[in-house]
């Protein structure tokens, strides 16, 4: 590229037609998609943000004005802002500063959780009344919840939610692109440890219970992965209107496989209480929150075993290694070492 531009510099007085053009596509070429992230001070949020930004997008955040002063978000406040990060003010329930914030950005990448995920219809309206957005994608994650079939509440409303925000955004014509990233390594504990202390990310070291057989593969990735792949889909023509799945082979495993491994790192066998699904199903019944809504994703997840229990459809979407093969992902086995000394 550079030398191309030499070249062009060199061209006799810059009055060569072909020369000025061949220099207005390499400008295209040069301007990055600007990216708002909204949601980004949450826990997949600040991942992406940081990777928009480190991957030479315009990077913006969406957040509230105290957000900037409060003292619990200083420290990726003050991240964001070191990595030429430039924050936009809006609340999603006010409609005129999401088209404000939309109107300045190129794609949007939402990450909201919880309760707000129903409320993506308002980033919906606002990007169809702005018009300049050549690039949605909805806060999806988890797993493709058109394939899902086996599931229980309270993770249904979830799973539903998010089947109604996928329909919103097609029957609005906005382009898109979902990915399914299956499940964060940060978030692997717990699964594996859903009756302990799931408060640790190191898994535990003495006993393990495992929902019904733990045979179905199961799917977890490093987040800064994550959100390296997101970034690489949010600007790509060929997953435009497609589905995006993160499923890495080292990283697709069972969950007795992924005990093992664990077991051959430390150096121990673990008692393994195996929970059939009856008995899955009467402890969400009986469980309170957050645990009923951890074993009711357990249950989708680990028994039912529905992240990775299909083929990938070319007509539908692509797996993310094979589209984007420089990106490095880190496999389960490496991302577990951490733990070990602990």
């Known amino acids: 590229m550079a030398r191309i531009?030499?070249?062009?510099?060199?061209?006799?007085?810059?009055s060569d037609p072909s020369s000025v053009l061949l220099e207005e596509c390499i400008r295209e070429i040069d301007v990055k998609s600007k990216?708002?992230?909204?949601?980004?001070?949450?826990y997949i949020g600040k991942y992406i943000v940081e990777a928009g930004a480190k991957a030479g997008h315009p990077t913006f955040a969406l957040v509230l004005e105290n957000t900037i002063s409060d003292p619990k978000r200083a420290a990726i406040i003050e991240s964001f802002k070191s990595l030429g990060v430039a924050f936009l003010y809006g609340d999603l329930h006010d409609h005129q500063q999401l088209v404000n914030a939309i109107k300045q950005v190129d794609i949007v990448i939402s990450t909201v959780g919880g309760d707000l995920v129903a409320h993506q219809?308002?980033?919906i309206a606002a990007i169809k009344e702005a018009g300049n957005i050549k690039r949605f994608l909805p806060s999806e994650f988890g797993n493709d919840v058109d394939r899902l079939h086996g599931f229980v509440e309270p993770a249904a409303r979830l799973y539903r939610t998010k089947v109604e925000i996928r329909r919103a955004v097609e029957a609005e014509g906005i382009p898109y692109t979902y990915l399914v990233s299956n499940?964060?390594?940060g978030y692997l504990n717990y699964f594996l440890n859903p009756f302990g202390d799931s408060s640790s990310?190191?898994?535990p070291r003495d006993k393990i219970v495992i929902l019904d057989d733990g045979n179905p593969k199961v799917v977890f990735s490093k987040q800064e992965d994550?959100?390296?792949y997101i970034i690489k889909a949010a600007d790509d023509p060929r997953t435009l209107n497609k589905i995006v799945y993160l499923r890495p082979p080292a990283n697709t495993l069972s969950y007795n496989e992924i005990v093992s491994l664990w077991e051959r790192k430390i150096g121990q066998t673990l008692e393994k209480i195996y929970l059939p699904e009856k008995e899955v199903l009467e402890k969400i019944q009986e469980a309170s929150m957050p645990?009923?809504?951890?074993?009711s994703l357990g249950y989708t997840v680990l028994v039912k075993g529905e992240m990775a229990n299909f083929e990938i459809e070319a007509s539908l979407g692509m797996e993310a290694t094979d589209v984007y093969p420089d990106v490095k992902c880190t496999a389960l086995d490496e991302y577990l070492n951490q733990f070990v000394s602990e």
């Open 5 to 14: 531009r030499a070249r062009i510099r060199e061209s006799k007085d810059g």
């Open 183 to 185: 499940g964060f390594a």
């Open 35 to 42: 990216i708002l992230i909204i949601g980004g001070t949450g």
């Open 201 to 203: 990310a190191s898994p």
């Open 291 to 295: 645990l009923k809504f951890i074993l």
């Open 121 to 123: 219809v308002k980033i």
């Open 226 to 228: 994550i959100a390296a």
